[in-house]
T-cell receptor, first 113, second 113 residues
Framework: DAGVIQSPRHEVTEMGQEVTLRCKPI?????LFWYRQTMMRGLELLIY????????DSGMPEDRFSAKMPNASFSTLKIQPSEPRDSAVYFC???????????FGQGTRLTVV | GDSVTQMEGPVTLSEEACLTI???????????LFWYVQYPGEGLQLLLK?????DKGSNKGFEATYRKETTSFHLEKGSVQVSDSAVYFC????????????FGQGTELSVKP
């Protein structure tokens, strides 16, 4: 398996624009996680899905953030409108119990100017 | 709530020195414990894990033992190499949360030749 695939790897956008980050989990994994990494706050869980259903979105910072998982092989994280403070590395991860660990993608480095 | 605390960095060592990165946790249930490693510009990779008390996880010369009595999972390596330079994250996950991880703040390790 190719692992968790995220796109794009880098995104530079202007404040106010819509940004969409994409993730393809490992085939057969039924949990999908979105994390954000910043220097100030470290790694934060934003939202996670089980069998395409959002289970916990308490980490989503504001209504400007939304995430969807229309099918088992694809998820998006959207920010609209984007702000400079959204600049961070966004990671997607997937897992499949009874395995206890999650497998991470390479991340998307977002810069909002 | 559930949390992970790990030793602050950065840690700078000479090649072949001994490494210990301390990690303690607070959890309401019986967590699985992990060390993830992040090389520059990369995603997080699982380094090792332990799923129950007194288990020892090991990989690439790194070891960590799940100590329930001290709620600790310290990372150790007897002789570090320049290629071990990275950021190390301690994390826990709880049963029935499908691999949802709670991370420590990360410890940056720099190994000099």
């Amino acid at each position: 398996d190719a692992g968790v695939i995220q796109s794009p790897r880098h995104e530079v956008t202007e404040m106010g624009q819509e940004v969409t980050l994409r993730c393809k989990p490992i085939s057969g994994h039924d949990y999908l996680f979105w994390y954000r990494q910043t220097m100030m706050r470290g790694l934060e869980l934003l939202i996670y899905f089980n069998n395409n259903v959002p289970i916990d979105d308490s980490g989503m910072p504001e209504d400007r953030f939304s995430a969807k998982m229309p099918n088992a092989s694809f998820s998006t994280l959207k920010i609209q409108p984007s702000e400079p403070r959204d600049s961070a590395v966004y990671f997607c991860a997937s897992s499949s119990p009874p395995l206890t660990e999650a497998f991470f993608g390479q991340g998307t480095r977002l810069t909002v100017v | 709530g559930d949390s992970v605390t790990q030793m602050e960095g950065p840690v700078t060592l000479s090649e072949e020195a001994c490494l210990t990165i301390n990690c303690t946790y607070t959890a309401t249930g019986y967590p699985s414990l992990f060390w993830y490693v992040q090389y520059p510009g990369e995603g997080l990779q699982l380094l090792l894990k332990a799923t129950k008390a007194d288990d020892k996880g090991s990989n690439k010369g790194f070891e960590a033992t799940y100590r329930k009595e001290t709620t600790s999972f310290h990372l150790e390596k007897g002789s570090v190499q320049v290629s071990d330079s990275a950021v190390y994250f301690c994390a826990l996950s709880l049963y029935n949360q499908g691999g949802k991880l709670i991370f420590g703040q990360g410890t940056e390790l720099s190994v000099k030749p």
